[in-house]
Structures are given as C-alpha cells and as structure tokens.
C-alpha cells in the first residue's frame, strides 16, 4: 500500500494535464462547437420569460404535482401538444468563466485523489505501470465520463452529445491513467 501523501505529485501533475487537455478540447477543437442549438424567435421566447418573471432554478415542462397529475388526462394532452423538455435558467449576466473554470480545477483535483486513493489501496511501492494505469483510468473515467449518459437518459440531451463528453471522458481518464503509470513510486 502506498500513502496517499507520497501521490502528490501525480494527483498534481494529472490534475494540470487534464486541465490543459480539456482547454484544448473546448476552445481550439470543432468538436464541441454544435452541443447546443440556438432557439427559432429567440428574442421573442427571451422577452416573454422576461415578461412572465421566470427566474434562476432547473425547470421541467409540462410539470406535474405528482405521478397521479402525470397520467391525467390533461397532463397527457399537455405531453403530447408539446414542448416537453427541462430547461436551465442561470442568473443574469456574462456567466463568470473564472469562477467555472476554477470549479472544474476543484474537481479534477477530487478526481485525481479518488483516482489516488483507489490505486494506492490496491497497490504498493514498485507496482506495474500497467496495474496502475488500469485502475486510475477506470476511476477517473467513471468521474469524468459517465454524467453524460445520465444527460441523455434523464434530460434528453442528445446521444451524440454524450457521445462527444464519452471522448473526452476517455481522453482525461488517458491524461490521468499515464501520468499516475510515470509517477508512481519506485519499490
């Protein structure tokens, strides 16, 4: 067994690689560039919501009550007229890319400890860079990978989207998965 203190250097180091993996990933690549879709009469649906005074919070229409309002008849006219779908309304203003940034820098460092602490468990001082290249890829790609396939089951968010945050999901997993093989500790 390894100390998760004497991993350090790898939770560092693979936390700045992912970082800069997906810096590429979302601001030099195409790839993610057609995620989302603008919406038809964009200004009038935003003067409407102004109007009405939606506000910050998740929303999901038709909404219903209870699974009992869900199958009523009414409700499931509402379903079939359409739009069904959830909608995200953030606050008002340039969205703070510094702070967002430096939440997923929080979180690739978590990542990164998880990724720790499961390979020292399972590992000691000396182990295959191989063994510990399996175990922290699949680890971190659990964090990294699998919230996009909840996105397309539970908020209609588009197969191939998820498909695309799969790749990346592979790719930060890989940037993680080396680093961690390089820097483990020397029996």
Request: charged fraction near 10%; charge should be negative; proline fraction near 4%.
């Amino acid at each position: 067994m390894v100390s998760i203190l004497d991993l350090w250097l790898p939770i560092l180091l693979s936390s700045v690689g992912v970082f800069i993996v997906s810096s590429i990933v979302h601001m030099a690549l195409p790839m993610h560039k057609s995620d989302y879709a603008g919406l038809e009469h964009e200004d009038q649906i935003l003067d409407s919501m102004r109007n009405i005074g939606v506000t910050q919070g998740e929303y999901m229409f038709p909404h219903a009550d209870s699974m009992q309002e869900a199958y009523s008849p009414e409700m499931i006219e509402k379903f079939n007229r359409g739009p069904v779908g959830i909608m995200t309304i953030w606050p008002n203003g340039q969205m703070n890319m510094g702070k967002a940034l430096g939440q997923w820098f929080g979180l690739i460092v978590v990542l990164s400890i998880f990724a720790a602490y499961c390979a020292s468990m399972a590992f000691g001082t000396g182990a295959s860079g191989m063994d510990v290249f399996r175990m922290t890829f699949m680890v971190a790609f659990t964090g990294y990978g699998t919230n996009s396939i909840q996105n397309s089951i539970w908020k209609g968010q588009r197969w191939s989207v998820a498909g695309k945050f799969l790749f990346d999901g592979i790719l930060y997993a890989t940037t993680t998965a080396v680093l961690f093989a390089w820097m483990w500790p020397a029996a």
